[in-house]
């Protein structure tokens, strides 16, 4: 039987944790393994109107809904921290981080942060991805909730490797990848 993998990317706000993940996804695509999941796009535009909106979009299809906004945006939207949570868009991304469970070698979460220490946002799902799926599952975690979130999802340290955004560098990207391909 396939032994889990999980990566973690890590690092303060801004540090490139998102763009890491991507590299991770275009690395994973061009050696042919299928990856699925969510990852966070920010609209940067609306920065500069005071209004962040942040999406998530479907790995495997592009698809995109808005997720995180700080001015409240539908009825069914909750507040978590600085932000209101769209709950159709997390329902949405839920359902494809499952369905791609079902047919993707490697999964992807981003970012997992203090609504799910909450029991709110991906914890379900990720902490039943722990449990149960067998590829390779990357997470990005804010490092001042690192520790937190690995007791948490209950992550084995022997099959756990976590990459600092902030001091990655492309040799240690092909290391991540050897070890991660038990070459």
Known sequence: MKKQKIIIITGNRGS???????????????????????ITKSDDTKRYENKFLYSVVDILTNEEKELLT??????????VGRFYMNLDA???????????SKICNALLIDELGPAELQGFGYARIAKELVNRYKGLIVFIVRIEILEQMRLF???????????????SNKSNNQFIYKV???E
């Open 90 to 100: 997390l329902s949405w991304a839920n359902e494809k981080i499952t369905a791609a």
């Open 180 to 182: 991660l391909m038990n």
């Open 153 to 167: 999802l209950h992550c084995n340290p022997e099959n756990t490797i976590i990459v600092n955004a902030e001091n």
């Open 16 to 38: 490139g944790k998102t763009a890491l993940a991507y590299e991770y996804i275009d690395l994973l695509k061009r050696k042919d393994i299928k990856i699925g999941g969510v």
């Open 70 to 79: 700080s001015v409240k945006p539908t009825e069914k939207s909750i507040k």
